[in-house]
């Protein structure tokens, strides 16, 4: 995918999960599921967040986890935790009480506002494929500040201009319901091929950003939308050596996720 | 009570049957009674239908689904809730499709007798189209701008029996779990009756020199049964962890559906109930799963002198 | 940080300050450096306003007053509350009537940053013709009958500040309470900003040995303030018991303008901080509240081996 | 006030308690405040009702206390209790969420519909006397499938026809308002003059029983309603030696309440 000879030697899940650490950059609170959110999460605290508190949907708040959790309700998550609470507690106070700075998502489809879909490739009624449905990711969206999604998959078929179900509303969407979220919704889409910004309520994700030896218009060609593009697009910085061993090294040494 | 007992008593054909545990301290056992039993026409309430669910439906006891996650962990797919929602194959299922905190609000509301539980979810979402239970409420306070506010709202979920796994309890049912707690005891309270299956058993001395680790107290539990490593795929903090392995085998398992009937004949039909179940798999499996010690340091409950 | 830092960091005139803890853990020290401190036109928030409560009104720092019983506990009553509320002596005092579940689910609606809460509470009292925060919402379904159904709601309260006493905490504020447990953590997460006051800070390995335990997390907690002995008369399980001499003494000190006058000059304004309010106390006395030992018994947070 | 030489040596915190607590025979869960419904219901669980967990409004359930508890929150009653719950747990789950059977109640002023008033004597917004408030006392009314309230003081002040302020309403006046509250409100009153008793909405208190030497026209004379009495009105059997041993022995061998 990246051909630039900066980054031949850097897997796909690390890329994602270098640049989707540095955009975490002095928060306090991330949302995070397992996988590529939890390196990201793990290498931010290592780098550019050393006070970064990782809550997991699971009720697990400041985990100190010996290994690299497999799920994310791993054991090694709640040995040495600072706190684990019930799930009303952990969605009602903490999620829907509006301490979380940045929340982790992932989707099968978005679309140019930030709107996911998890539920259904197809109809809702008879669909060509069930995908898992929401899980939590609805009232990750409505309640975090901002959300992160990472995509290893960057193809028309799965940034699209009209998403198969809308499972997981963007805030424009609520607020043409009259509702009023609390965050902005998604501010970051990080891709293989660049990352995609957004503003806030009103704003459509706009590329601002490609990885060293992609173009313009590779992205535009891969987005199922016309994609708005920032004036100045920048060039992703690769990977640096101190980033991958940490991540190597330290936070992922079994290679759980870094396949 | 016998698991067997407490199937038998409390889930009839045509129930509604909630089954919790958030990944950690799933009720697999019970389920696996529930196929042997061989109930049908259940309606299932689950936050994450994940294994015991794909068992259940494939085994025939399930016609309806009330979940916000339907998929194996994040180890794959569940292939046999997938060809009942995508084909009608063997039959269709009905499927309530709610968001995890959608979920727990409606066990909220339940437990407290409530006609709905108001929730900052939903708002823009496709699911209020396909899902009756969402709906709205103008709250009586005007909102933040001084306008009326609306909020989605559900209603609450009240099963004739929820079932979960803890790690103890005394005779009486005074259930203590540890680690993730999930929604259990919210589970348990909005349920008309409760059947509480534990790793074991404990002295009443045990359960009452930590009182507030007693997240369901007996007056809300209607049998207590004692069944060892009943979690299984699943983990129990302190006894035995997570089997990751069938996690990831169970998407090719249930992808087959010759497999999966096979699966099911060997060890649900095939084992006269969980004991049986256990020792199949072997002390040497059992070793593979076995966890260390980290043990809480103790809280002084103590009263006054004298 | 110290209690002095503390409330003058984070508790202004004008303020609503939620104070809570019931029977257990009342963070009386914090009441009382509010007095030394001088802040006036307080909105307090607390369940029980207790004798606490009645301290702050005879120092001038409370205009308004949000609880669901106003008594001293079942020791007596209240002098100055009594004075302000039936003579508006030496002056008024505006106070919204709740009951107790009407203050927990004002929490819970301030906790989940929700518009109201339900609850079933209230039809045919009259409390909602003196208290316009009881209001009623129609259910968008169907009551048992059929028929539409109505249920009250309560106004989320979301304070200032909340402070909280609890046993332990680590540094950076993790919250572990045991024994009653109350309505605090709900507390804590409604408010804007929170004050965590414990017995004793301490090291993170204690709390992390038990993450069930950590009543509040530290995202949620803005100060920590170590101040030993801080709940008193109320009691602190496993550290010192309930000061009920000083219960039953209150109603004469408080029923006697002077008398009550007096005390605050003597403990209050007259001690330094709550470290020379101990000492003045003394040993001997703090002897008589001691308390045995009754330690829980430990669980295994024990994760897979290797 | 009983003047019976039967019971001339029991006081009337005994009498009451003793009264009490036969009406708990066979129920399952009370929920209780400190003072005479803690001796009704100790006494109960060593009698008649051995089954009987007694729930405190702390969140204190099954507790087994080594010392007679002062107040609903004494340590003796968290140590060696079979489970401490939070408030919003106990009040949302346990109480309104319908399991407790009986719920224990006291009151300023009572009228004959079982209402309750403990907020004020006098005008709420410029009060005579201004009483502690509800407590949970509406949630118990609200939500037990029934209530006994035990009253020391038997005379047309407290038994009045029409509340100061009714702080908490039994089920008539809710179902007037158009709701459903679970239970039938006050089914037993119990006084020194003896015991009123009503048999679930829309019917009134009604003198069921009077204590030895007490008459009818004494406890109509100090009931302050035109007090309904039944056809056959029952003497109360005088506390027993074995009640009156256990009472002074075990249940409250310091006297605390036993004044």
């Known amino acids: ?34 996988g590529l959110p939890t390196l990201a999460a793990s290498l931010a605290h290592l780098t550019v967040a050393p006070q970064l508190e990782i809550v997991y949907e699971s009720g697990v708040c400041g985990a100190h986890p010996s290994h690299l959790p497999e799920t994310i309700a791993d054991a090694v998550l709640i040995t040495g935790a600072e706190a684990v609470l019930s799930m009303p ?53 409505a309640n975090s500040r901002e959300v992160f999604v990472v995509m290893r998959r960057h193809d028309p078929r799965s940034f699209t201009e009209k998403l198969d179900f809308c499972t997981t509303p963007g805030p424009d969407r609520a607020v043409e319901e009259g509702l009023r979220p609390l965050g902005t919704g998604v501010t970051r889409v990080i891709t293989e091929l660049g990352i995609l910004a957004r503003a806030g309520v009103g704003e459509e994700l706009t590329l601002v950003a490609v990885h060293p030896g992609v173009t313009v218009d590779q992205v535009r060609e891969n987005t199922g939308w016309d994609l708005a593009v920032a004036d100045t697009v920048e060039t992703v910085r690769p990977p640096g050596a101190d980033e991958l061993r940490l991540l190597r090294e330290d936070v992922d040494p079994d290679r759980v996720y870094l396949r | 009570m016998t698991m067997r007992e407490a199937v038998s008593s409390f889930v009839h054909d045509g129930d509604t049957v909630s089954l919790e545990g958030f990944t950690h301290l799933i009720p697999t056992a019970a389920g696996h009674e529930i196929i042997r039993q061989g109930r049908r026409g259940l309606t299932v309430v689950r936050m994450t239908a994940d294994i015991v669910v794909d068992q259940m439906l494939a085994a025939g006891c399930v016609s309806r689904l009330v979940s916000s996650f339907v998929g194996n962990s994040s180890a794959g797919s569940l292939g046999e809730l997938r060809r009942r929602v995508e084909k009608a194959d063997p039959e269709p299922l009905i499927f309530e499709e709610y968001s995890h905190y959608g979920m727990i609000c409606r066990y909220l509301a339940g437990a407290q007798r409530l006609p709905f539980y108001p929730l900052r979810s939903y708002g823009g979402s496709d699911l209020p189209s ?12 005007p909102g933040p701008d001084g306008e009326p506010e609306q909020v989605y709202v559900v209603p609450p979920v009240n099963p004739d029996v929820t079932i979960i796994h803890a790690q103890r309890a005394d005779r009486s049912g005074n259930t203590q779990i540890w680690g993730l707690t999930g929604v259990q005891a919210e589970a348990v309270y909005a349920a008309d009756k409760a059947v509480v299956v534990v790793e074991e058993i404990v002295e009443d001395e045990v359960v009452r ?22 979690a299984h795929p699943s983990f129990a903090q302190g006894y035995y962890d997570r089997d990751n392995a069938f996690y990831r085998a169970w998407s090719g398992i ?13 060890w649900v039909y095939g084992t006269a109930d969980h004991a049986e179940y256990v020792s199949k798999l072997g002390e040497e499996f059992w070793d593979s799963l076995a966890v260390g010690e980290a043990m809480s340091l103790p809280v002084n409950y103590g009263r006054r002198l004298g």
């Open chain 1, 1 to 34: 995918m990246t051909d630039s000879t900066t980054t031949t030697d850097v897997t796909s899940s690390e890329l994602l999960a270098v640049v989707a650490s540095r955009e975490l950059a002095a928060r306090r609170t991330v949302f995070a599921g397992i």
């Open chain 1, 89 to 141: 507690a952990l969605f009602g106070y903490v999620l829907q009480g509006g301490h979380i700075d940045v929340g982790f998502l992932g989707a099968a489809q978005i679309d140019k506002w930030g709107n996911l879909n998890t539920s259904v490739i197809g109809d809702w009624d008879a669909p060509k494929v069930r995908l898992p449905g929401s899980g939590g990711a609805i009232e990750v969206m």
């Open chain 2, 130 to 141: 396909v899902n009756d239970g969402l709906r709205k409420v103008t709250s009586p306070f």
């Open chain 2, 209 to 230: 020199s930590d009182p507030n680790r007693t997240v369901i107290p007996s007056h809300a539990v209607d049998a207590v049964v004692a069944c060892p490593r009943g």
């Open chain 2, 254 to 266: 249930s992808k087959d559906p010759d497999r999966l009937r096979d699966w099911l004949k060997e």
